[in-house]
T-cell receptor, first 112, second 113 residues
Framework: EPEVTQTPSHQVTQMGQEVILRCVPISNHLYFYWYRQILGQKVEFLVSFYNNEISEKSEIFDDQFSVERPDGSNFTLKIRSTKLEDSAMYFC??????????FGPGTRLLVL | AQTVTQSQPEMSVQEAETVTLSCTYDTSESDYYLFWYKQPPSRQMILVIRQEAYKQQNATENRFSVNFQKAAKSFSLKISDSQLGDAAMYFCACRTSGSRLTFGEGTQLTVNP
């Protein structure tokens, strides 16, 4: 069964460093998303991406964040200058026109 | 915009028994979808069940079923014959067509042997 994959599974970085989180959505899906979950809290929406552009973003998704689909398979989230409060689990998700979003296993980001 | 509320931070059930997790939501849209996701300790988000708002029939997936009360904006999850592997955090979520998922706060389910 097709699945969303994410790399790396864990990332530790120093405050102020740039990180890139990578995702490979399910191949025939058209809509892509990033969510984050701070430990012990609910899952929060960051950004959605369709037709090679951002379709919606939350107030969390400020200028420090960017997304890109550099080729036909990868979908990346870049955090330009990480802060301590960026420590969280980051989930990539995708869906086709059938509306169910499927999630990747997540990347656990720790900012020191 | 949607809001989703789960009023039970924690629930417990005996193995083989039935448990119901509550969820209420609010949306101004007439076309929307409701979901329950399970998050085990690995923290992966796993789809449990989905319900289209336009369908009157409650969705069922094996031991999992929902009670969808559209007028009351209620969407509860019933787990029958609970198993140890059902222990996880359960999130209720709502989305309108083409948009983000909005999640509730989650309910931590413990299954006692």
């Amino acid at each position: 069964e097709p699945e969303v994959t994410q790399t790396p599974s864990h990332q530790v970085t120093q405050m102020g460093q740039e990180v890139i989180l990578r995702c490979v959505p399910i191949s025939n899906h058209l809509y892509f998303y990033w969510y984050r979950q701070i430990l012990g809290q609910k899952v929060e929406f960051l950004v959605s991406f369709y037709n090679n552009e951002i379709s919606e973003k939350s107030e969390i998704f400020d200028d420090q964040f960017s997304v890109e689909r550099p080729d036909g398979s990868n979908f990346t989230l870049k955090i330009r200058s990480t802060k301590l409060e960026d420590s969280a689990m980051y989930f990539c998700a995708s869906n086709s026109l059938l509306e169910t979003q499927y999630f990747g296993p997540g990347t656990r980001l720790l900012v020191l | 915009a949607q809001t989703v509320t789960q009023s039970q931070p924690e629930m417990s059930v005996q193995e083989a028994e039935t448990v119901t997790l509550s969820c209420t939501y609010d949306t101004s849209e007439s076309d929307y979808y409701l979901f329950w996701y399970k998050q085990p300790p690995s923290r992966q988000m796993i789809l449990v069940i989905r319900q289209e708002a336009y369908k009157q029939q409650n969705a069922t997936e094996n031991r999992f079923s929902v009670n969808f009360q559209k007028a009351a904006k209620s969407f509860s999850l019933k787990i029958s014959d609970s198993q140890l592997g059902d222990a996880a955090m359960y999130f209720c979520a709502c989305r309108t067509s083409g948009s983000r998922l909005t999640f509730g706060e989650g309910t931590q389910l413990t299954v006692n042997p």
